[in-house]
């Protein structure tokens, strides 16, 4: 069974702007933690950023702090990842994943997180 989707990757020149988007499916969403992350052939998986989806609390890496947003729409259990000022070393494959056990203070780790998405590739060159 599919629990997250992401979509919303592609390729963009340094600068540029992407939004990514991630639907988790309703045993996902609520309560939770809901996390991205990106991780590079070869590299470990990198955490990026991430939020409680039952209140307002998000954290963030510090590669993202001030260049990446992280928001949320409940009603669509959406999660989305707004990403400016892309860098070439942004590039990867994007995951979002949700924690169903953390409440409130959401975790920069991966081994915390439960259902995982397909990823999105992002591509960040000129």
């Known amino acids: 069974q599919v629990r997250m989707v992401e979509s919303g990757g592609g390729s963009v020149q340094p600068g540029g702007s992407l939004r990514l988007s991630c639907v988790a499916s309703?045993?996902?969403?609520?309560?939770?933690?809901v996390g991205w992350f990106r991780q590079v052939p070869g590299k470990e998986r990198e955490a990026v950023a991430a939020l409680y989806s039952g209140g307002s609390m998000t954290i963030y890496a510090d590669s993202a702090k001030g260049r990446f947003t992280i928001a949320q729409d409940n009603a669509k259990r959406t999660v989305y990842l707004q990403m400016n000022s892309l860098k070439p070393e942004d590039t990867g494959i994007y995951y979002c994943a949700a924690d169903l056990k953390t409440r409130a203070f959401c975790k920069l780790e991966d081994t915390t997180y439960d259902y995982w998405g397909q990823g999105t590739q992002v591509t960040v060159s000129s």
């Open positions: 309703p045993d996902t969403y609520g309560n939770n933690c």
